[in-house]
T-cell receptor
Framework: DAGVTQSPTHLIKTRGQQVTLRCSPK?????VSWYQQALGQGPQFIFQ???????QRGNFPDRFSGHQFPNYSSELNVNALLLGDSALYLC???????????FGPGTRLTVL | EDQVTQSPEALRLQEGESSSLNCSYT??????LFWYRQDPGKGPEFLFT???AGEEKEKERLKATLTKKESFLHITAPKPEDSATYLC???????????FGTGTRLKVLA
């Protein structure tokens, strides 16, 4: 049983560029959440998708947007990248909000 | 405002030296409290879910407990492979969001 997968593993971009990160949830999971984790900090909630809709959103600007596909996989898009967007981006899946989440290995984004 | 605080920030133990990590929370309606282990550069690994005060869960050398204001992760006779960052998170019925603490970095010395 495959767990949560994310791609790419690492990514280097320059300021002002746009990036798309991808996530496939654990088999049987229909809810996907995205987090940003800066070095030495806990994960910060970006948003959650369920039934292809954004169900909940954290305190992140509109530059951060997402999408969920019918097969429950998800994308995170970040526009107009800033240096401060450099972080580990984590995807987590669950069977419903409020249940335990299972995390992918993350995508390390570096903005130069 | 919903808040999760973990202490200590860092902890060094000798192999076999038992200790406890603390996660205190102030939230509007706790629906679940979760413990995760995170190795450097990797995604968090799920350990436990606790739902109500008085509940306890165990897994190998780890035991998690929950009260109305805090949770403890007890580590009994730790080994070097237990070295990691331990994260606590809560899910609140007030905001329907997961809120993470900043973690406790545990180092177990052989």
């Amino acid at each position: 049983d495959a767990g949560v997968t994310q791609s790419p593993t690492h990514l280097i971009k320059t300021r002002g560029q746009q990036v798309t990160l991808r996530c496939s949830p654990k088999s049987g999971h229909d809810t996907v959440s995205w987090y940003q984790q800066a070095l030495g900090q806990g994960p910060q909630f970006i948003f959650q998708y369920y039934e292809e809709e954004e169900r909940q959103r954290g305190n992140f600007p509109d530059r951060f947007s997402g999408h969920q596909f019918p097969n429950y996989s998800s994308e995170l898009n970040v526009n107009a990248l800033l240096l401060g967007d450099s972080a580990l981006y984590l995807c987590a899946s669950s069977t419903d909000r409020g249940n335990e989440q299972f995390f992918g290995p993350g995508t390390r984004l570096t903005v130069l | 405002e919903d808040q999760v605080t973990q202490s200590p920030e860092a902890l060094r133990l000798q192999e076999g030296e038992s200790s406890s990590l603390n996660c205190s929370y102030t939230v509007s309606g706790l629906r679940g409290l979760f413990w995760y282990r995170q190795d450097p550069g990797k995604g968090p690994e799920f350990l436990f879910t606790l739902y109500s005060a008085g509940e306890e869960k165990e897994k190998e050398r780890l035991k998690a407990t929950l009260t109305k204001k805090e949770s403890f992760l007890h580590i009994t006779a730790p080994k070097p492979e237990d070295s990691a960052t331990y994260l606590c998170a809560v899910f609140t019925s007030g905001t329907y969001k997961y809120i993470f603490g900043t973690g406790t970095r545990l180092k177990v010395l052989a």
